[in-house]
């Protein structure tokens, strides 16, 4: 198990960035792939970015490529979100994730058991 705290939410305009961070804890966190999922109000949790434990292979949604980049700095336990060029329907909680493999990297809500609280994201028009 892993315990996991977002955070760099906030209030930004539209066209600005936001860099959101996850925390784990446990000495084994080199050995989980991470993923950062967003849930808007009244829809589904929705794929945003996945990192593979050693960071060599990413994996994005469609509505964040060449906006948002996801990295991981193992040596501090933490995962980032770099999220450029903001939009309006950016705007939702967006929840880290962490599953252990060292051989898969993946992209449904369903395949993590491990998440955080979430942290709010708003891009005002």
């Known amino acids: 198990q892993v315990q996991l705290v977002e955070s760099g939410g906030g209030l930004v305009q539209d066209g600005g960035s936001l860099r959101l961070s996850c925390a784990a804890s446990?000495?084994?966190?080199?050995?989980?792939?991470m993923g950062w999922f967003l849930q808007a109000p009244g829809k589904e949790r929705e794929f945003v970015a996945a990192?593979?434990?050693?960071?060599?292979?990413?994996r994005y949604a469609d509505s964040v490529k060449g906006r948002f980049t996801i990295s991981r700095d193992n040596a501090k336990n933490t995962v980032y979100l770099q999220m450029n060029s903001l939009k309006p329907e950016d705007t939702a909680v967006y929840y880290c994730?962490?599953?252990?493999?060292?051989?898969?990297?993946?992209?449904?809500?369903?395949?993590?058991?491990?998440w955080g609280q979430g942290t709010q994201v708003t891009v005002s028009s």
């Open positions: 446990g000495r084994t966190f080199y050995s989980y792939v």
């Open positions: 990192i593979t434990w050693s960071g060599g292979l990413t």
């Open positions: 994730a962490a599953e252990p493999s060292t051989s898969y990297i993946y992209t449904r809500s369903y395949q993590y058991h491990n």
